[in-house]
């Protein structure tokens, strides 16, 4: 029987083979070169260039240039401070830009020759790979070998790779050393030209493995994994052959702050984004920019928005692009024109207490487009299993497209995902019905953060994600419903 009755042409990895749907199985089988292993033990959408990244968050000219001028001068002129630092921490509340201007320094070290490798790391991306820690060294070791005057690496790093094809299934420390540390002290003395920098985003985005056989709870494996990357960024900070600064960003969560906490200050500086990078006139900047193409793209009058009404959503963005973000995707959204989005946008605007509520603004715009749904509760649910349910249980390289989602989700009360989740195309990528191959995607982690805080969604009667996940599983596999998934990947428990 098929699994999915309306479903055809597209692939799910590392699941049972269901009639016309391919089934790949990834692993390291014999025969295959140590390049190919290589290459399928990489997170290819973590790079900074990646398709997957194609509309990540970057820097208008003109904004951001402090902090950006700030760490570009500690890469490319960090040796000649009295006590080099090795590892710089950019740090700052959710919202604030920090994905943003760790892309925009990475494509500006690209440019100069100067990005050795980076990692971009997302908790709702669609790739499994870029949640989780197992692919970060060999991932970075891959990109280092992509610049001539570090190929001469490869033959270290295959010959460690064909000597022990498991070694990607072990201590991210033990990877350090096989394919980065000791493929370095194989090179000569070189010249201060060339890459200088590895460039880590979202630290705090890292993941535990949903198969993880640890009797630890979800929030101290996760812990413990950024933990590890964190002690593997130090080993090769401090180890003579490493020749890179190492740009780390993330929110200041306590296990990240308290790991530089008692860091030597000789190893690591920090940036804080704050008021000091003047973030309202960088918000300005942003939202001037997009009206007027909004303006040019509408027809709309050079006097629309007015100044006030601008000054009035700078204020309120309280230093958070993503608000300014959200905002200019809703007003630019296609179901209605753009001056009665604005509209709404502006009645939502009261005074918070911005200590109390920080994400008071932020959090009324969210609820306002989730109210906009036919069903908030079950829009709710349905967003939370797609990310911590289904995407969440995903294997290394595998890609869960929303087409699976959908039949998934759809149940005998025939819930039609065109019509639940029509509203929210300002907080999350929808694929289109015929597309076969794209993921569901949140534009920002704070919306998730967000839908999993009832103080802060305020919608009442959401259900548990876990038990509505459960019973869809157990109704398919029993065949009471109209449709069936593919069959439960292995390692998954009630």
């Known amino acids: 029987m098929s699994n999915f009755t309306s479903a055809h042409d597209f692939s799910i990895k590392n699941l049972v083979q269901a009639q016309n749907y391919h089934v790949h199985h990834q692993g390291n089988s014999p025969g295959r070169s140590p390049l190919e292993l290589l290459r399928e033990n990489i997170a290819s959408g973590a790079l900074h260039n990646s398709a997957e990244r194609c509309d990540a968050p970057k820097c208008l000219p003109e904004t951001r240039v402090a902090v950006q001028e700030e760490i570009l001068s500690w890469i490319t002129k960090g040796d000649e401070d009295r006590e080099p630092k090795k590892i710089l921490w950019l740090s700052g509340p959710a919202g604030s830009g920090k994905t943003a201007i760790t892309g925009s320094v990475a ?30 060294v060999s991932t970075l070791a891959y990109q280092l070998i992509q610049h001539d005057v570090f190929q001469p690496m490869e033959e270290t790093i295959f010959s460690s790779i064909q000597r022990n094809p498991a070694i990607f299934d072990t201590r991210l420390s033990d990877q350090l050393e096989s394919l980065v540390l000791s493929p370095l002290r194989t090179l000569g003395p070189r010249s201060s030209a060339g890459p200088k920098v590895l460039i880590i985003d979202g630290l705090d985005e890292c993941l535990s ?49 308290n790991f530089f906490g008692t860091l030597s200050q000789k190893i690591h500086s920090q940036i804080f984004i ?33 100044d006030a009404v601008v000054n009035s ?16 995707r809703f007003v630019d959204d296609s179901s209605d024109s753009p001056t009665k989005q604005l509209d709404r946008v502006l009645r939502l605007l009261q005074p918070v207490d911005k200590d109390t509520e920080p994400f008071g603004q932020l959090d009324a715009l969210y609820r306002h487009v989730l109210s906009s749904t036919p069903n908030p509760p079950l829009v709710v649910v349905w967003l939370v299993t797609i990310q911590k349910g289904i995407q969440g249980f995903q294997t290394e390289g ?16 025939g819930e039609g995902e065109q019509g639940l989740l029509r509203n ?13 191959v794209s993921s569901y995607r949140l534009y920002h982690k704070s919306f998730m953060d967000f839908l999993e805080d009832p103080s802060r969604h305020c919608i009442p009667h959401v259900k548990s994600w876990w038990d509505f996940f459960r019973k869809r599983y157990v109704a398919i596999l029993k065949g009471v419903l109209p449709y069936s998934t593919p069959l439960m990947p292995s390692g998954m428990a009630y």
């Not at 020759?113 to 790391?121: E, P």
């Not at 595998?398 to 009360?413: D, K, T």
């Open 398 to 413: 595998q890609i869960v497209p929303a087409i699976f989602c959908r039949q998934f989700l759809q149940g005998a009360l």
């Open 274 to 306: 704050d008021e000091k990078y003047e973030p309202d006139k960088d918000i300005a900047l942003f939202l001037n920019s997009k009206f007027s193409e909004i303006r040019r793209r509408y027809g709309l009058p050079q006097s629309w928005p007015s």
């Open 313 to 328: 959503l700078v204020e309120n963005a309280s230093g958070q692009f993503i608000y300014a973000a959200t905002v200019i």
């Open 209 to 257: 493995d949903p198969f993880d056989t640890a009797t630890w709870g979800v929030q101290q494996r996760k812990e413990r994994d950024q933990l590890e990357i964190l002690a593997v960024l130090l080993q090769a900070a401090v180890d003579p052959a490493f020749p890179f600064r190492i740009l780390l960003a993330s929110r200041p969560e306590p296990i990240i702050k």
């Open 424 to 436: 929210l195309g300002s907080l999350m990528y929808i694929p289109r019905s015929d597309d076969t």
């Open 107 to 136: 494509e500006a070290c690209k440019e100069r020759g100067l990005l050795a490798a980076s990692f971009f790391f997302s908790s709702f991306s669609g790739s499994a790979n870029r949640r989780s820690k197992r692919c970060f």
